[in-house]
């Protein structure tokens, strides 16, 4: 039997703190993966792109996943698809999930995780009450979970927001008890941690708008064309991403022209003590995620086993077995 679990399935099933622990086990622990997850996009003749990422793997999962998205920016939600959860051992198609949410969220926390770790340990902790600002530009749904989780890790505190449509930013800031302004600089001037999740194809920040110590997460650039940091940001700031290959081939380094050894570290080797990430209060720095296939697993495994124990979403018979009594009339 297939397990149908839709968004508000996983709405229900998802929990902030289980999925932010999931991911820092999985960027400690996915490196020991003898196989290499795989990221492929192609053009469409339609307003949009199709990615599938494959397979899936994280070490003590006995599971994969398969997924397959389609991404049309004019779209509300802009990206759909599905998860497949599949069984180690045989193949069994154990789950099928919504795209849009797991991927949200595993992006958003993801990111919050990766600003968490790179941002100064000034900002946000400690005897710190006022809490580092935090600047959003494009109030999207990785937006959303990126807020929820950096919060869930330390003290924020004010919030702006800039999102091409006015009233979306003023929602955004509604909901999260911010307020938006007129700009990407204008986030960038005010705020500590500034978070970039949008579609551009041009620069939105310049060296001239950032100061020294801030923290940038650049979502937006993960697929070749996309860009939100100008190459004087690059240049000057500490770089880590998640995958050097395929920061290099599709992500923040390829919008620059820049070789996968221009990344100064990814998360997983800042994690695992293998990079110290920050080292000084004044430096920039810059993570710029594309995302991989072992988040989908960690956070549809998750999801899955709670729903097996909660009995929540929908049991199908995709095979389409014959009943029993049908079979022994054979």
Same mark, same amino acid.
């Given at each position: 039997?297939?397990?149908?679990? !839709?968004?508000?399935? *996983?709405?229900?099933? /998802?929990?902030?703190?289980?999925?932010?622990?999931?991911?820092?086990?999985?960027?400690?622990?996915?490196?020991?993966?003898?196989? =290499?997850?795989?990221?492929?996009?192609?053009?469409?003749?339609?307003? !949009?792109?199709?990615?599938?990422?494959?397979?899936? $793997?994280?070490? !003590?999962?006995?599971?994969?996943?398969?997924?397959?998205?389609?991404?049309?920016?004019?779209?509300?939600?802009?990206?759909?698809?599905?998860?497949?959860?599949?069984?180690? @051992?045989?193949?069994? $198609?154990?789950?099928?999930?919504?795209?849009?949410?797991?991927?949200?969220?595993?992006?958003?926390?993801?990111?919050?995780?990766?600003?968490?770790? *790179?941002?100064?340990?000034?900002? !946000?902790?400690? %005897?710190?009450?006022?809490?580092?600002?935090?600047?959003?530009?494009?109030?999207?749904? @990785?937006?959303?979970?990126?807020? $929820?989780?950096? &919060?869930?890790? &330390?003290?924020?505190?004010?919030?702006?927001?800039?999102?091409? %449509?006015?009233?979306?930013?003023?929602?955004?800031?509604?909901?999260?008890?911010?307020?938006?302004?007129?700009?990407?600089?204008?986030?960038?001037?005010?705020?500590?941690?500034?978070?970039?999740?949008?579609?551009?194809?041009?620069? /939105?920040?310049?060296?001239?708008?950032?100061? =020294?110590? @801030?923290?940038?997460?650049? /979502?937006?650039?993960?697929?070749?064309?996309?860009?939100?940091?100008?190459? %004087?940001?690059?240049?000057?700031?500490?770089?880590?991403?998640?995958?050097?290959?395929?920061?290099?081939?599709?992500?923040?380094?390829?919008?620059?022209?820049? +070789?996968?050894?221009?990344?100064?570290?990814?998360?997983?080797?800042?994690?695992?003590?293998?990079? +110290?990430?920050?080292?000084? +209060?004044? @430096?920039?720095?810059?993570?710029?995620?594309?995302?991989? =296939?072992?988040? %989908?697993?960690?956070?549809?495994?998750?999801?899955?086993?709670?729903?097996?124990?909660?009995?929540?979403?929908?049991?199908?018979? *995709?095979?389409?077995? +014959? =009943?029993?009594?049908?079979?022994?009339?054979?």
């Amino acid at each position: 039997m297939t397990r149908i679990l !839709g968004h508000r399935d *996983l709405m229900t099933l /998802l929990d902030p703190d289980a999925c932010v622990e999931a991911l820092r086990d999985g960027f400690i622990r996915s490196d020991a993966v003898t196989v =290499p997850g795989q990221r492929i996009r192609t053009d469409l003749p339609f307003p !949009g792109t199709a990615t599938a990422l494959i397979p899936g $793997l994280l070490p !003590g999962i006995d599971a994969y996943t398969v997924k397959v998205n389609a991404k049309f920016p004019g779209a509300r939600p802009a990206l759909r698809g599905i998860i497949c959860l599949h069984g180690g @051992q045989d193949g069994e $198609l154990l789950a099928l999930l919504d795209s849009a949410t797991i991927t949200a969220w595993r992006t958003g926390l993801a990111a919050a995780l990766g600003t968490h770790v *790179l941002a100064s340990a000034d900002l !946000g902790e400690g %005897d710190d009450r006022e809490g580092a600002v935090l600047g959003v530009i494009g109030a999207g749904a @990785q937006a959303e979970l990126m807020v $929820l989780g950096l &919060r869930r890790l &330390r003290h924020v505190g004010g919030l702006v927001v800039h999102d091409i %449509d006015p009233a979306r930013a003023a929602s955004f800031a509604d909901r999260h008890g911010g307020h938006s302004v007129g700009s990407a600089a204008e986030v960038a001037a005010r705020a500590d941690i500034v978070l970039l999740a949008t579609w551009s194809r041009t620069p /939105l920040l310049h060296l001239a708008d950032t100061r =020294p110590g @801030q923290h940038l997460t650049s /979502l937006g650039v993960d697929e070749p064309g996309k860009r939100e940091l100008a190459d %004087d940001v690059l240049e000057t700031a500490l770089i880590a991403v998640d995958d050097r290959p395929l920061a290099a081939a599709m992500g923040v380094l390829a919008a620059a022209g820049l +070789p996968g050894e221009a990344a100064h570290a990814t998360l997983g080797e800042i994690l695992r003590g293998e990079h +110290p990430g920050r080292t000084d +209060p004044g @430096q920039c720095t810059v993570y710029s995620p594309v995302g991989l =296939p072992w988040q %989908d697993l960690a956070l549809a495994w998750l999801a899955y086993r709670e729903a097996e124990r909660r009995g929540l979403g929908v049991e199908v018979d *995709l095979l389409g077995s +014959p =009943p029993a009594s049908a079979e022994s009339a054979r």
